[in-house]
C-alpha cells in the first residue's frame, strides 16, 4: 500500500474548470485551493481473503483489487468500498465489500466477499454471490450496510410436508461487530416473520432495491418491493436491531439482531403523496441521519406530475406525518417565478441537516443517442449491443441542477446548474442482471439504461451543524452534443461552498494526471503519468471535512484505478 500524499494544484498545472454555455461563452471559476489526496485502495493492494497471504509471492489465490463501486465514508474517516478482482487470477473474480479506517491508516478489512457465509437465518451453510449495490456506512458510527444476493439459506417443510427453501437476497450490517441480516426476503416464513412487510403479512419482500442506509448505530433503512394479487408495490421502510438472537424452532440463532419487526414509511399500496389524494406511485432508495430519513416519492417515476423529496421522523411511528422538502411544482431558486421543478433526483444526500438533490425544470430537452461500452463486464456488454445494436436514444431536460435545502432554515439554495456553470449533470450506464446470471447491480431485474446524478453534502466541514454553511460536491459533464453525443466532453467532481455566490473548485477532471490522485498511476513503462479517464462519488461520499472518490486513469486493460480521499478545508 502506498498511502504517499499528493498535492493537487490544478490551476498550476493548467486545468481550471471550464464550463460551456448554450452561447458557447466560457465561464472559468476562480482556482481551486490545493487538495490533498491520500490513496485508501488500489490496483496494487492484495483483497483479504481467507487464502491468501500477502507476503507470499503474487500468486492465487492472491488477487489483487481491480475495480472499484463509489465509496462511502463516515464522519470518523472509515471508508466502505465494494471491489472486484480481475478474473483468471487462478480462478473466478472476488467480488466483496471492504472497509478501511483512514484515521488510522488501517489495514483493509473484509466485511463480506463470495466465500463469506450468509449470517442466520442459514441453515444451508449458503455463501454470498454478489453484493448488487454500493454499501453505505452511518455518519457516526462504523456500522455497514451492503446488500447481498446468495442461493437460498432456509430450507423448511409447509403444513403439507412439503420442502421449501427461501431467502435468496437481504440486507445485511455490522452494528455489534459480527456481520447479521438486518432485512430478508424470508417473510414468509413461519419463525421469521418479522422480516414480513408490515403492511401484508405473510408476504416478503421480492428486493430492496438500491443501497440501503445506516442511522444511529444499528438502524437500517431502505427500499423494499413486494406483490399484492400479482401487481408489484414498493415503500420505504426501517428496522431497529438489537444485539439478541433470534429466537426459533430451530433453536437460538446467533449472531443477530434479534426480532424486532420492519416498520413503514411510506409506500404504493396505501400512502398519500402529502397534501393530494393521490397514492404514491414510487418511491427511492432513503437517506438516513439521527434517526431520520430522507427519501423522493412521486405519482409516476418516469413522468411525475406529483410528489417530491420528503423527511420522515423513526420515532417508531407506522406512515408518519411526511414533512415536504422540494415539492414537483415547486418554485426553483434563482429563477423567474414560471420555473417550477418538473423532475427531481431518487438520490438525495443527507447529513442530518442539509439535504442535496438533483433537479430540472422547463420543457426544452436535447436527445442523446447512448452507446454500449467496449470495457468491463463481457456478458453485461453482450447483452446490451444484442439490446441496442444501433445505440439507445433518448433525452436529458437542458435546465436542470444541483441544489440543497436546510431543514432549519427551510431554505433551498442552488449549487450549480446547466448551462451557466455546466452543461449536464445526468449520467446513463447500462446496468443491472444478464439473462440467465444470479449477478449484477440494481434490483434483479434484466439489464437496461439507467440515469443518475451525483451529489453529496457535509455541513461538518466546519465539526458543526449549527450553522447555514455546508459545503457540496457533484459531479457534472461539460461539452457540446453532435449527432446525439458529446464531443470531447470534459467530466469532472466539483465542489461549492454554500450556495452560487462562492467559487466553484475542480477536485479532479478527466484528462488531467493521474498521479495528481495516485503516484502509481503510471504507463507500463514507468515514464508518462496515466490520464484520469472516470470518476465517481455517491450520497455518502462527504462526511464531516473527508471526501471520498472512485477514479480510473488510463484503460481497463492498461490503466490504474483506486479509491481516493481528501480532507476538504473550512
Not at 258 to 287: E, H, K, Q, V
Not at 439 to 451: H, K, T, Y
Not at 519 to 527: H, Q, T
Request: net charge negative; hydrophobic share 35%; proline share 8%.
Amino acid at each position: 500500500m502506498n498511502t504517499r500524499k499528493v498535492q493537487l494544484a490544478l490551476t498550476v498545472l493548467g486545468v481550471a474548470t471550464l464550463a460551456v454555455t448554450a452561447a458557447g461563452t466560457q465561464a472559468v471559476p476562480p482556482s481551486p485551493p490545493w487538495f490533498t489526496w491520500t490513496t485508501v485502495v488500489n490496483n496494487g493492494d492484495f483483497m483479504p481473503t481467507d487464502l491468501c497471504v500477502p507476503t507470499a509471492p503474487a500468486t492465487p489465490p492472491c488477487r489483487t483489487f481491480n475495480s472499484y463501486n463509489q465509496p462511502s465514508i463516515n464522519a470518523n474517516q472509515v471508508v466502505v468500498i465494494r471491489a472486484r478482482s480481475r478474473g483468471g487470477q487462478g480462478g473466478q473474480a472476488v467480488h466483496g465489500v471492504y472497509t478501511r479506517d483512514m484515521a488510522t491508516t488501517g489495514p483493509v478489512v473484509r466485511i463480506l466477499d463470495r466465500s463469506t457465509q450468509v449470517p442466520q437465518p442459514n441453515n444451508l451453510s449458503s455463501t454470498f454471490i454478489e453484493p448488487p449495490s454500493f454499501p453505505r456506512i452511518d455518519i457516526g458510527t462504523d456500522t455497514v450496510a451492503a446488500r447481498g444476493n446468495h442461493q437460498p439459506v432456509w430450507r423448511y417443510f409447509l403444513d403439507d410436508d412439503t420442502e421449501t427453501r427461501a431467502g435468496t437476497t437481504g440486507i445485511y450490517t455490522n452494528p455489534f461487530g459480527d456481520l447479521i441480516t438486518g432485512a430478508s426476503k424470508l417473510g414468509a416464513v413461519p419463525d421469521f416473520s418479522f422480516f414480513e412487510v408490515p403492511e401484508a403479512p405473510g408476504t416478503p419482500f421480492d428486493v430492496f432495491p438500491g443501497a440501503a442506509a445506516v442511522t444511529d448505530g444499528a438502524t437500517i433503512a431502505f427500499k423494499g418491493n413486494y406483490p399484492v394479487d400479482g401487481v408489484g408495490k414498493t415503500g420505504v421502510y426501517y428496522r431497529d436491531l438489537e444485539n439478541a438472537p433470534i429466537l426459533s424452532s430451530a433453536g437460538n440463532l446467533e449472531p443477530a439482531g434479534g426480532s424486532n419487526p420492519i416498520i413503514l414509511i411510506a409506500n404504493s399500496l396505501d400512502t398519500f403523496i402529502p397534501g393530494t389524494g393521490t397514492i404514491f406511485g414510487s418511491t427511492a432508495p432513503p437517506s438516513a441521519a439521527n434517526r431520520q430519513m430522507v427519501f423522493a416519492g412521486f405519482d409516476n417515476e418516469d413522468k411525475p406530475t406529483l410528489g417530491g423529496i420528503y423527511l420522515a421522523p423513526l420515532n417508531g411511528t407506522t406512515q408518519p406525518p411526511l414533512r415536504t422538502l422540494v415539492a414537483i411544482g415547486g418554485q426553483v431558486p434563482g429563477e423567474n417565478s414560471k420555473a417550477r421543478f418538473n423532475r427531481l433526483g431518487e438520490g438525495a444526500s443527507f447529513d442530518g441537516r442539509f439535504v442535496a438533490f438533483w433537479g430540472a425544470w422547463g420543457t426544452e430537452k436535447k436527445t442523446l443517442v447512448l452507446r454500449c461500452r467496449t470495457e468491463g463486464n463481457q456478458a453485461l456488454l453482450a447483452f446490451c449491443n444484442k439490446q441496442h445494436p444501433n445505440g439507445f436514444e433518448t433525452t436529458v431536460p437542458v435546465n436542470q441542477g444541483i441544489f440543497v435545502h436546510d431543514l432549519r432554515t427551510k431554505q433551498t439554495q442552488v449549487v450549480a446548474k446547466t448551462p451557466t456553470d455546466y452543461d449536464d449533470f445526468v449520467y446513463w450506464n447500462f446496468s443491472g442482471r444478464t439473462p440467465g446470471t444470479g449477478e449484477g447491480d440494481d434490483n434483479g431485474e434484466l439489464a437496461r439504461w439507467r440515469s443518475a446524478s451525483f451529489v453529496a453534502v457535509s455541513g461538518l466541514v466546519d465539526r458543526k451543524l449549527t450553522d447555514a454553511t455546508f459545503h457540496a460536491a457533484f459531479k457534472a459533464r461539460t461539452g457540446d452534443v453532435v449527432s446525439g453525443a458529446y464531443t470531447d466532453p470534459v467530466d469532472g467532481i466539483y465542489l461549492r461552498k454554500g450556495s452560487g455566490k462562492t467559487p466553484l473548485l475542480t477536485l479532479v477532471e478527466t484528462g488531467m494526471d493521474g498521479i495528481l490522485l495516485d503516484p502509481e498511476a503510471i504507463d507500463a513503462f514507468g515514464v508518462l503519468p496515466l490520464p484520469v479517464t472516470e470518476m465517481g462519488l455517491e450520497r455518502d461520499g462527504f462526511r464531516g471535512n473527508s471526501l471520498v472518490i472512485n477514479a480510473s486513469m488510463g484503460t481497463e486493460e492498461t490503466g490504474w484505478a483506486g479509491i481516493y480521499l481528501t480532507e476538504v478545508p473550512e
